[in-house]
C-alpha cells in the first residue's frame, strides 16, 4: 500500500503525543524530530524537510490553543496543514481548450517511468469527459514503443497515429496535428521517446518539438518507486521544458512516499494525477487534502477536529472535562454531550478524541440510529436516576424500556457501556487532571 511505512511511523510519533495529554516544548521537539526521521526515511528530499518542519515549529508555537483540542491534535492539525501546502493546496487540473480547438499534449518521461500505459490511461479518463482524443506514436526508437501504444490505444477504445520509424518525432508530430484536424480530435497526446537516463539527445529532441509544434501542456511522467530519483528527473525536466505538471505513477506499490511528498516543492509544479495499477482504470486525480489525510492515516478524525473548533461548546466542554476530572460523570452529562454529537456527527468519533482513550475497543461503539434509542432511553430515567445510575434495578430498567420503546436488553446494555465507559475514565487520571488544567475536553 502507498506510503504504509511512512504513514506507520507518523502515527507512532503522533500516538506517543497522545498518550501525554499536555505536551511540553521538549514533547514537541522530539515528535518534530520523529516526524523530520520519518520524511527522511520516505526518502523525501533532506532540503523539503528542513523547511517543512521549519513551517511546523513556527504554527505550533504562534498558534492560539484551542480549547476544543488537545495539543497532540494541535500538532497533528498542524502536520496536516503543512502536508497539504507541500503537495500544492489545491487540486491541479489540466485545461483543455474550449471545442473547436485542439489541445496539444506531450508526454514525457524516462524508459519505464509508464509513459505509454499513461498515456492510453490519461486519454480514456479525458474521452469519458466527453472529449475526442488521438494518441501519436513518436518514440522512433523502439519499433515495440508504437506496438505497445497501439495496444493500449485499442484496449480504451482511442485510436492511434504514427508513420513508422522513419520519420523524426517532430514531423510526425507535425502530420498527428493535420490528422487530428481533419478527424475532428480536440487532444492530441505526444507519446514521446523516453531513454534509460536523461541525456542530451532525448532533451534536444523534446525541446524540439515543443518549439515546432503548439504545445499547450507538457506533462511528465515520473515512477514514484524510484523516490528522490523521481524528483531530480522532474527538478531536470521542467529546467530545461518548463513542464505543466507531473503524473506519479505505481504510486501502489511506493511504501516510502517521498516522490509525491517532494515532486511539488522542489519543482514548483503540481502533480496532476497518480497511477495507482497496471489497468488502464488505474489513475485518479491527486487531492493534496485526501492524500495528507491517508498519510496521516486519520482522514475521519481531522474533519471531526475541524468540526469540533466549529460546534464545540467551549463552556459546556470545560464543564465536561471537570465533571469527568472528579469521575462524578453521570446520564445527564451523557445526554447533553449526545446532543453536542448530533451536531457533530457519531458518538465513536468523538470518543476516539478523548485524549488517551482513542482507539481503545473497549468503548462503546455507537451509530447515529443507536444513538436515537440511547437519547430515549436517557430520557425516559427519572432525574434521580440519571444522577445516580446505581438506583436501576431490574424493574426500573423494565420501566425505562416500555418508556422508551426499547427492550430491556438495549436498557441493559446501555448502563452495561455507561459503567465501562466511566471505568475506564478512572483509568486516566493523569489525562484527566490535564484536562482540568487546561480547562478542555480535549
Ligand atoms: P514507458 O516505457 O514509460 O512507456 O512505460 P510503460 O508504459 O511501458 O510501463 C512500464 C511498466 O510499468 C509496465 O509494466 C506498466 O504496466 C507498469 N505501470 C505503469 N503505470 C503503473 C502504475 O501506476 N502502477 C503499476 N503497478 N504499474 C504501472
Known sequence: MAFESLSEKLQNVFKNLRGKGRLSEDDVRIGLKEVRLALLEADVSFKVVKDFIKGIQEKATGSDV???????????????????????????ELKIKPSGEITVIMMAGL???????????LAAKLKKKGNSPVLVGCDIYRPAAIEQLKRNGEKVDVPVFDMG???KPVEIAKKALEYAKENHHNIVFLDTAGRLHIDEDMMNELIE????????DIILVVDAMTGQDAVNVAETFNEKLDITGVILTKLDGDTRGGAALSVRAVTGKPILYVGMGEKLSDLEQFYPDRMASRILGMGDILSLIEKA??????????????????????FNDFLEQLEQLEKMGGMASILSMLPGIGGKSALPQVDDGQMVKIKAIIQSMSKKERLDPSL??????????KG??????EVNRLVKQFEQMKKMMKQFPGMMKNNKKRGALG
Open 66 to 92: 484551542l480549547n476544543s483540542l488537545t495539543p497532540a491534535q494541535q500538532v497533528i492539525k498542524i502536520v496536516n496543514e503543512e502536508m497539504i501546502s507541500l503537495m500544492g493546496s489545491e487540486t491541479a
Open 111 to 121: 524508459q519505464g517511468a509508464g509513459k505509454t500505459t499513461t498515456t492510453a490511461k
Open 165 to 167: 520509424t522513419n520519420r
Open 209 to 216: 518539438i515543443k518549439d515546432n509544434v503548439n504545445v499547450d
Open 309 to 330: 473548533e466549529m460546534d464545540m461548546d467551549s463552556e459546556k466542554a470545560k464543564k465536561l472535562s471537570q465533571k469527568i476530572a472528579k469521575a462524578d460523570f453521570d
Open 392 to 401: 436501576l434495578n431490574p424493574s426500573r430498567k423494565n420501566r425505562i424500556a
Open 404 to 409: 422508551s420503546g426499547v427492550n430491556i436488553g
